[in-house]
């Protein structure tokens, strides 16, 4: 019978490793937090957390890959232009919810076109940023629990870029320039919020009732995305009318658990080699 239990024991831990944080998100404090997305506005899905986290006393850090050069109909748009456009969105957005805009880092890589870039040069640029700020817990798309979760393209490679470069910033030999030439240290983030999971995969729900209409406000940032500017880019200035509409749009995109607004993760506490078990 001792065996058994012990048997039992051993086939939970994996299962265990999966439950709510010890403390909850909301009371988090004096944590340094990095997100790693694909495109100017992929902090949306957790503007909400992030910002409440920032105005809790931990530091918030944003890297996205992409400059997001692509994200349009409008025939007159040119690349260059729509990555400025687009980062103006973004920094909006940040400071509508808190976060500095010397914590946000762009890769400047195409918007489209992540998976054939040189996937090398892409994690050694991540396991440094990780090294230097040294995060507790990331923040990014969620490559699946047990499969495979399916992702747009970039979406998809930035799930699988951000996960491995966790993992090869802990060993010491791997990118080990960045530690003997540049003195950075290997470091271990062992928490995770992994979002745009699976909805039987998501275990965390985080509280954003206090920043809602802060995360309105930062969502309805990204013109080029909401309005009209998708098909016809006309500045970033509405009328109030369009305006309107766009919160409207952006209001419907809040998701509510027993009345309260919140945002839904994958919680994972551990090494990085088990993210997907």
């Given at each position: 019978m001792r065996t058994y239990r012990?048997?039992?024991?051993?086939?939970?831990?994996?299962?265990?490793?999966?439950?709510?944080?010890?403390?909850?998100?909301?009371?988090?404090?004096?944590?340094?937090?990095l997100l790693i997305g694909?495109?100017?506005d992929d902090?949306?899905?957790?503007?909400?957390?992030?910002?409440?986290?920032?105005?809790?006393?931990?530091?918030?850090?944003?890297?996205?890959?992409?400059?997001?050069?692509?994200?349009?109909?409008?025939p007159d748009l040119s690349m260059v232009d729509l990555a400025n456009i687009r980062k103006l969105e973004e920094q909006a957005?940040?400071?509508?919810?808190?976060?500095?805009?010397?914590?946000?880092?762009?890769?400047g890589y195409d918007d489209g076109l992540l998976e054939y870039e040189n996937k090398k040069e892409v994690v050694a640029k991540l396991?440094?940023?990780?090294?230097?700020?040294?995060?507790?817990?990331?923040?990014?798309?969620?490559?699946?629990?047990?499969?495979?979760?399916?992702?747009?393209?970039?979406?998809?490679?930035?799930?699988?870029?951000a996960?491995?470069?966790?993992r090869a910033a802990m060993w010491p030999l791997l990118f080990q320039g960045q530690i003997t030439m540049e003195g950075l240290e290997a470091h271990t983030i062992e928490e995770y919020l992994?979002?745009?999971?699976?909805?039987d995969d998501k275990n965390t729900w985080v509280d954003?009732?206090?920043?809602?209409?802060?995360?309105?406000?930062?969502?309805?940032?990204?013109?080029?995305q909401w309005s009209s500017g998708w098909y016809k880019y006309e500045g970033p200035d509405l009328s109030a009318e369009e305006a309107e509409q766009v919160r409207d749009r952006v209001s419907k995109r809040i998701h509510y658990r027993d009345g309260k607004a919140v945002e839904g993760f994958r919680h994972y506490k551990g090494l990085p080699d088990n993210i997907g078990r």
């Open positions: 012990i048997f039992l024991l051993l086939i939970m831990i994996p299962c265990l490793s999966f439950s709510q944080p010890d403390v909850p998100v909301e009371e988090w404090t004096g944590k340094t937090i694909a495109h100017p902090d949306a899905y957790s503007l909400g957390t992030l910002g409440l986290l920032q105005s809790n006393g931990n530091e918030v850090y944003i890297a996205i890959l992409t400059t997001g050069n692509v994200g349009t109909q409008d957005a940040l400071a509508a919810v808190g976060i500095p805009l010397d914590h946000y880092t762009n890769f396991v440094r940023l990780i090294r230097q700020v040294r995060p507790d817990v990331l923040f990014a798309f969620d490559p699946g629990k047990g499969e495979q979760r399916w992702h747009k393209a970039d979406h998809r490679s930035a799930s699988y870029l996960a491995d470069a966790a992994l979002f745009d999971s699976a909805e954003i009732s206090t920043f809602k209409d802060k995360k309105i406000t930062a969502m309805s940032q990204y013109v080029s």
